[in-house]
Each structure stands twice: as structure tokens, then as C-alpha cells.
């Protein structure tokens, strides 16, 4: 009877690891290492031998995985599970800067409608901004009142005051 549950632990273990590599994420692979390292854990005569056939698996595992990234064959198998395109400079990928403070109180004019999103005119710099929530007409004059990071936010200016 013992052994049935055993053998259950071992092949369900078995079968969760398997589905890892289809449906990362991690959770399956360590029910899978659980349910097998309790197999191996009561097959064993005591508890001392239990444990040292549980680390002796999980040894062997991790050799098997870093072993896995070395040789050529296997290699290309982890290769299919990510990205090789890298995003560069030299092909247009540029990050935003984040030195955008400095236009806080800038005015410009709204080069798009904000809805509430879109593109600012600052004395010639271009600038992607977000307005407070309200929604800006095309050719509205605009002041930067907030920077959050690379977040430009706007406030449309009254025709007649100064907001």
C-alpha cells in the first residue's frame, strides 16, 4: 500500500516537472521537486538516509541543469525559451531621459489634443506629456506643472491670466 503512494508521489513529481517547461512560472516545478523528494525521502530505511538521497537528487538535478546550458545540444533547447534580438542605440532604441525637470513652469503650445495624453511644444523641444486628467485642444498653450520620472504633466493656461 506504501508503495503505491510512492510510486504516485514519484511519477506526479515527475509529471510536474515535465509540465514546467510548457507552463513556467515555478509553482509546478517546485510542487514537482517536493512530491519527488518525498518519494525518494520514504523509500528510504530511516530519516538520515532519507536525507542524504534527497540531497544526493537535488545534487544531481543542479548538475544536470548547469550541465544542461553546456553542451551544444541542449543548449539550443534553452535557447528557444528566450529573446536573442537586443535592443541598441545603434538601431534607433533609445531610453527617455529622465532629466525632465527642468521644464517644470515651462509654457508651450499642445502640438496634439491631450486626451489626456499627447505631444507638447516647449521652445522647440518636443516633449510626450499627460495632462491632470482633462482633455486639451490642438494649439492650446500649456505649462508644465509636475515631472514624475519620464511622466511630463500639463495644465492648460488661461488666454487671459496667467495660471
Do not use: H
Request: with cysteine; charged share 15%.
Amino acid at each position: 500500500m506504501v508503495t503505491g503512494w510512492v510510486v504516485a508521489l514519484v511519477i506526479l513529481g515527475l509529471g510536474f516537472l515535465f509540465l514546467e517547461i510548457f507552463l513556467p512560472g515555478g509553482i509546478l516545478g517546485i510542487a514537482g521537486i517536493i512530491l519527488l523528494s518525498t518519494g525518494i525521502f520514504l523509500t528510504a530505511e530511516n530519516a538520515l538516509k532519507g536525507v542524504a538521497y534527497v540531497c544526493t537528487f537535488l545534487l544531481i538535478l543542479g548538475l544536470l541543469i548547469a550541465l544542461s546550458f553546456r553542451f551544444p545540444r541542449t543548449r539550443k533547447f534553452w535557447s528557444n525559451f528566450s529573446l536573442k534580438d537586443k535592443q541598441s542605440s545603434g538601431e534607433g532604441y533609445l531610453a527617455p531621459s529622465v532629466d525632465l525637470e527642468k521644464f517644470i513652469g515651462s509654457e508651450g503650445i499642445a502640438l496634439s489634443p491631450l486626451r489626456p495624453a499627447g505631444t507638447g511644444d516647449f521652445s522647440g523641444t518636443r516633449l510626450d506629456v499627460v495632462t491632470e486628467g482633462s482633455f486639451i485642444e490642438k494649439d492650446s498653450p500649456i505649462r508644465v506643472i509636475a515631472v514624475e520620472g519620464t511622466r511630463v504633466i500639463v495644465r492648460q493656461m488661461d488666454q487671459n491670466s496667467n495660471n
